[in-house]
């Protein structure tokens, strides 16, 4: 079977009028769906909820919505099914997932639920399961409560595992990563290679919103970082390439399309860059201590301070008063709260109660 894996797919106001108009022609170009269509099987990752309206949740980054119109576009792409699983798809609360899985109608969707088992069942393609996961951010799942089946290394491994125990192939689709970052992180490469220890033939990380790199690892391949299929948000050198990814599930031969965004859409891509700047990546992190290295120097650039001192952040940060207020131990008990597992529960639970469920 030969099967194409989109990546990040939102419709936004520089488009959203070809999507309710069905214009794929407009949208992806005659090449790119001359290629889509010569395929026994299809899928994206839809990083948007499809509601003409809705209250938005709390959380932090945008609520992503696009119109139910919008879906006319999607069903015109012949889609096989649609991945579900990641950080936007909860935007707009149980009401706005509920309208998304009705609005795709007759196409299959995954990786989101109406509770953990649901979100977390997997995608069959013949004898090839694929599974999807997204990192927790405001969209996971619980026992009794909807939403994108989150990541959880005591359950998630042990998913893939099972599924490779009856599937000829396993494709594991990770919403996660860094954005604009085009290497993972240390714990993201860890997290990608353990689901390669436990069966998966293939890895693929979306979210990062950049062509990213390929490493072999247990006998898997893992791509940290697949780009955008079609999200007109930004213009900067991460955001408008992508590639598309072809698989075939008898032998796990990868292809790889390169793509480029337009002024409202997508197209195929001839520039020789967007594939040889993967590769050269692809080398590098093969680099004793590169991943590490590589995430350090990212550390420095970070400026989470503004999170940490809440209102008070921007201005904390604007007058350099970030070292003032942050020495080493209050810094240090900050990592502590991020790094044990039990002062991360019970700060991450206090903080909803007392400012976001009140």
Known sequence: MHLWIGGDLVPTKENSALFAAGDTQALFGEEFLSLWKDADARILNLET???????????????L???????AALQKLDLTAVCLANNHIFDFGAEGLESTQAVLGNTPHFGA???LHEASQALWLGDTAVYA??????????ESTPGANPFDPLTSFDHVEALAKKAQRVIVLYHGGLEKYRYPTPNLQRICRKFAEKGASLVICQHSHTVGCM??????????GQGNLLFSRYRDEHWRSGL???????????????LEQTECGVRVSHDENILAGFRARSQEILQPGFVENA???????????KKLFGRLGRYVRKLKMTERLMDR???AGVINLFECDTHRELAAEMLRLKYVDR
Do not use: H, W
């Open 113 to 115: 639920g109406s509770n």
């Open 329 to 331: 131990r209050s810094a």
């Open 295 to 305: 995430f350090r120097q990212r550390a420095r650039q970070a400026d989470y301070e």
């Open 133 to 142: 996961c997204a990192e927790r951010e405001f969209s996971a799942a619980g």
């Open 215 to 224: 490493e072999m690892y247990a006998g898997g391949t893992i791509i940290y």
């Open 244 to 258: 598309l990814i072809g698989v075939d599930t008898e032998t796990m031969e990868l292809s790889f399309v390169p």
């Open 49 to 63: 909820v499809l509601a003409d309206e809705g209250t938005p949740i709390t959380k932090a980054g945008p609520n």
């Open 65 to 71: 919505r696009a119109d139910t119109a919008c879906a």
